[in-house]
């Protein structure tokens, strides 16, 4: 019997002890940086030749870490490797498999700020932010131990019918393709991988290309645990080629994606074609961007939307696909929340985690995002007003862009509809709580949303018709936690699915009815 399933605690980092150990599990964690790391397939490790170099994006010329660069006959070989593995996995008992997911959460809760330190170094996240993401995948692996044994056997909930003995069993589906993104790379990699694995799948594993450190890092916790071969396969290499070919391959039973509505919808679209040999529809779960909003209306507690405003928008330089990045404010007050979220913004810090332990922004994670936010925040000086911020580092010294407000912005213009992904906010006026919920919906997304009101009906009006996965009344709009706010979002932002939540893992199973006549 297990205890109840609690959220990992957050690390008090106002305490001494908590920095001086964060600081020596960073300090440990440097001097693994340079290595190279192999591709894992069916147990065994396989070097390549080729190989590409995971950046520390507060400084673009280390690397961190060097990946084997595969192939699409790598995929290919992985799939093979997790298709044979499936046929003894799939009959492992469920408590067993519960099992391994516990022995690697108390690891890593063991190694937490390791693991939190690499993804200062990898990804450019602060220590909270960072030290959030480690305890969010202590949470998955805890929380889908728990719901599995629960699943298990559902027996119980038919109806009872007297004339035979009945069984319900949610049993696994085959092999699953796992393609995390980068911006929560313990986090949503360690539970996408986790639920697949205890629900009796096999996996291959394909992180981003700017995460594999921490990803391998996951993957070695389970293999030390002793998980048979086979079952979690890593294979690193670009995303179209190796991605691409997980989702094609006619061995692929299902796909668990989060990233990009762009990628997001080609994939769905691969998968759905039925490829020559192949037994099943393949089920994709996809998990997408967003376009997330906060509407303050003139019955609110104004500091405590610009403090929800601006946490949400910023943390993590705006690179979570839950941020913030379109305030809609009523009419009325519009001109005191815009100075209050331009006063908080200006507090903000940026620099390097690495170095400042009190750093609020990092660098945002690569080049290209660099560059596409740069993109954006000129788009922005033609279609609103610049409030503050718009200015960047020098990309040869980490990718740093500065918190940017624009105030003024249109409902329909680009900076209020495309997904930036970085640290750029639009303030949008709405003449009243009607208007801010008809621009709240107004785009093709439908993940997080917020309402900052202190008007009861309004509230429930949101309720019914903000149509978003997660919604927040009066708090900010990040940092959903697992089993307390299952997560996931509507329309283009994904395939509707909760993860964290109670029933996640149907996804990643199939249920057999069994009757059998008394
Ligand atoms: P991305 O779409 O660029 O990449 C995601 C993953 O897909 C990576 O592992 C990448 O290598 C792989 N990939 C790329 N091309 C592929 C292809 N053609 N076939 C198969 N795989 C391919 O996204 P990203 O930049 O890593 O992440 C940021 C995006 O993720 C944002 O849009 C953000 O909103 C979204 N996101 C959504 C959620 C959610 O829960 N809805 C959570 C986190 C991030």
Redesign the pocket.
């Known amino acids: 019997m297990l205890p109840p399933f609690r959220n990992e605690p957050l690390t008090d980092f106002s305490r001494p002890e908590n920095q001086a150990a964060f600081q020596a599990a960073l300090d440990q964690v440097k001097q693994e940086i340079g290595r190279t790391y192999p591709l894992v397939i069916g147990g065994q490790r396989l070097e390549l030749q080729e190989t590409f170099p995971s950046l520390n994006p507060s400084q673009p010329s280390q690397a961190v870490a060097h990946f084997a660069n595969g192939a699409a006959s790598h995929a290919d070989q992985a799939i093979e490797a997790a298709a044979q593995a499936f046929e003894t996995w799939k009959s492992t008992p469920v408590a067993v498999r519960a099992r391994f997911l516990l022995d690697v959460a108390a690891e890593m809760r063991r190694r937490k700020h390791e693991f939190s330190a690499v993804m200062v170094l990898e990804v450019g996240k602060n220590r909270a932010e960072a030290d959030a993401d480690t305890a969010e995948a202590i949470d998955f692996l805890e929380y889908y131990a728990r719901q599995m044994m629960r699943l298990a056997d559902s027996s119980s909930q038919l109806v009872p019918f007297d004339a035979e003995h009945l069984g319900l069993y949610y049993i696994p589906l085959g092999v699953g393709a796992v393609?995390?993104?980068?911006?929560?790379p313990n986090a949503?990699t360690t539970g996408m991988t986790a639920a697949a694995i205890v629900a009796g799948n096999t996996v291959v594993l394909?992180?981003?290309?700017?995460s594999p450190w921490v990803a391998y890092k996951m993957c070695e916790l389970f293999w030390n645990a002793g998980l048979p071969a086979g079952v979690l396969n890593f294979v690193t290499g670009?995303?179209?080629v190796v991605?691409?070919r997980?989702?094609e391959h006619p061995k692929t039973r299902f796909i668990a994606?989060?990233?990009?509505?762009?990628?997001?919808t080609?994939?769905y679209e691969?998968a759905s074609r039925v490829q020559p040999g192949q037994l099943w529809l393949k089920r994709s779960i996809l998990?997408?961007?967003?376009k997330d909003a906060i509407i303050v209306d003139e019955t609110a507690d104004l500091e405590a939307a610009a403090e929800g405003i601006v946490t949400s928008a910023f943390g993590f330089q705006g690179?979570?696909?839950?941020a913030c990045s379109r305030a809609i404010i009523v009419n009325d007050v519009y001109e005191t929340v815009a100075e209050r979220v331009i006063a908080r913004t200006r507090r903000l810090t940026v620099g390097n985690p690495v170095e400042n332990p009190a750093v609020d922004l990092g660098p945002v994670?690569d080049q290209e995002a660099f560059d596409r936010i740069r993109q954006y925040i000129e788009i922005g000086h033609g279609e609103g007003e610049l409030l503050i911020g718009g200015g960047s580092s020098n990309p040869e010294d980490g990718y740093f862009v500065e918190p940017t407000i624009f105030g003024e912005v249109a409902p329909d213009a680009r900076l209020a509809q495309e997904?930036i992904?970085g640290p750029v906010l639009a303030l949008i006026r709405a003449r009243d709580f009607d208007h801010a919920l008809e621009i709240a919906n107004g785009t093709v997304y439908g993940?997080t949303g917020g309402v900052y009101s202190n008007d009861r009906l309004r509230l429930e009006r949101a309720r019914e018709e903000f149509h978003v996965g997660n919604l927040y009344f009066n708090r900010k709009i990040t940092g959903a936690q697992v089993g307390v706010h299952p997560?996931?979002?509507f329309n283009m932002?994904?395939t509707d699915s909760k993860?964290g939540g109670p029933d996640y893992l149907l996804l990643f199973t199939q249920a057999k009815s069994v009757a059998e006549r008394l």
């Open positions: 393609i995390p993104p980068w911006n929560f949503i394909k992180p981003a290309e700017q670009p995303g179209e991605g691409g997980m989702v994606f989060t990233g990009s509505r762009a990628v997001g080609e994939i691969k998990e997408m961007g967003g690179q979570k696909c839950s994670i997904e992904f993940l997560f996931g979002g932002s994904g993860a």
